[in-house]
């Protein structure tokens, strides 16, 4: 069997690595991919002819010419620009949800209506193209308040305004200065919402769901959850706020209704779905945003402690087969994002990458580095280099989440590379919870 994994970050290291642990499996193929996944067993990165997101020819011919039996969909960007429709209509099976469901992710407005329409649990918001309103209607709500950018922004899109003066700025930044291109050209501004986050993603075949490991991830830069919002600084699964009480009202209340009104609409949902919850103290949920694949960094620590074979899920999924549950290893993994000089602002290319350890890992609290922002030197092969914000993700699978972030902070201690930044308290809300 032969697999396409679409995508070049930790997310996608993480799904080629658990594939080709599967035997039936003879090839992955990975494009672009990173280092990190060039170094994988049966693992082998290629470059497309085409870096157009929108322009799937590339990926149609060399599946054709690879004899390649399913693509999985990493990143966000060709799945809302049609890449499953695309290679549906030329016989290829491809995991992910069409160009229609995308939106989801693709366009907040379109989320955030859908989920009012199909009364899913949210924030209450507007929407705006023009600064001057945008701002009226800060002044009018105050302060916490959530500004979004309404289309991909590779998850930075999202600024939570302590302050009116921080919501104006963000207002400008997006609709006025355009820092965000295409994506600001419109934002949606949100009332803030009191809790703990927690990600919940599902796998959905049109009409049955498989939840994954529940997850937290950290998505601020510095420590404490402070600073920026990033693409996400690290990750831990299980979350224990995701009680069996929360998960029930996630299934019922989120995941069933949107199954439910795509198939309504004609356009069944399949592939990964990423509900970002926030939890109140009731427990009950709010969906911050819907993402339309696997999260990153919560596929990490996901996969870390997968058991059942992600090839075969993908398969039952592509069939409409998904069974209900998958197995899981018992004991909870922890991810700790390397990122950067300057993240999330800027990132920095082409610092040498040392104290990197070997990619395989032992079932006793195994460490596995998967690789995202990072290539080899154009000075030497056998140098890894950094090629992007978020480098590397250390993750670690343990006993508790207490060993699980030790583990996990030995080696990211031992790796450098001018710039490096790295959270040390990725998962102190469980931590929390064990000491209580």
């Known amino acids: ?194 809790g703990e986050e927690a990600s919940f993603i599902c796998m959905i075949d049109g009409d049955n769901i498989l939840p994954m490991a529940t997850s937290q991830d950290h998505k601020r830069a510095f420590e404490g959850d402070t600073g920026p919002n990033t693409g996400g600084m690290g990750a831990y699964s299980p979350a224990p706020v995701v009680t069996k009480d929360v998960h029930d009202k996630v299934i019922e209340q989120v995941i069933q209704p949107v199954v439910d009104a795509m198939k309504e609409a004609g356009h069944p949902y399949t592939g990964f779905l990423y509900a970002g919850l926030m939890i109140d103290k009731a427990g009950d949920p709010y969906v911050i945003e819907f993402n339309c694949r696997f999260g990153d960094p919560e596929t990490q620590p996901i996969l870390m402690r997968l058991q059942s074979s992600m090839v075969d899920l993908v398969a039952q999924g592509l069939d409409g087969q998904l069974p209900s549950e998958a197995k899981w290893d018992n004991r909870p993994a922890l991810g700790i994002v390397v990122a950067s000089k300057g993240y999330p602002e800027t990132s920095s290319k082409g610092d040498v990458i040392a104290g990197l350890p070997e990619l395989d890992t032992t079932n006793d609290n195994a460490v596995k580095v998967f690789h995202a922002g990072t290539a080899f030197s154009n000075d030497n092969e056998n140098e890894v280099v950094t090629n992007g914000g978020r480098v590397l993700c250390v993750t670690a699978l343990a006993n508790n989440i207490s060993e699980a972030q030790q583990a996990a902070l030995a080696v990211t201690a031992a790796i450098s590379f001018d710039g490096a930044q790295y959270r040390r308290d990725i998962g102190h809300h469980a931590i929390a919870r064990e000491n209580a």
């Open 1 to 194: 069997m032969n697999i396409l994994v679409i995508g070049s970050g930790g997310r996608e290291h993480a799904l080629a690595w658990q594939c080709a642990k599967d035997d039936n499996v003879k090839n992955v193929y990975i494009a672009p991919g990173n280092a990190g996944t060039a170094l994988e067993p049966k693992c082998q990165n290629v470059v497309l002819t085409s870096t157009d997101a929108s322009d799937h020819s590339a990926v149609i011919e060399f599946c054709q010419s690879n004899d390649i039996d399913m693509v999985i969909v990493g990143p966000e960007a060709p799945l809302v620009t049609g890449i499953v429709d695309a290679c549906r209509d030329a016989g290829i099976k491809a995991w992910g949800p069409t160009a229609y469901c995308a939106q989801l992710e693709g366009s907040k407005t379109f989320a955030k209506e859908f989920m009012e329409q199909n009364h899913i649990p949210t924030a209450a918001y507007q929407g705006f193209t023009d600064a001057a309103a945008a701002k009226a209607y800060v002044d009018e709500q105050g302060a916490p308040i959530v500004i979004k950018a309404d289309g991909l922004a590779a998850g930075k899109g999202v600024i939570v305004a302590e302050t009116i003066e921080q919501a104006h700025e963000a207002i400008d930044d997006m609709l006025a200065d355009n820092k965000f291109g295409d994506a600001g050209s419109r934002v949606v501004i949100e009332q803030f919402l009191q």
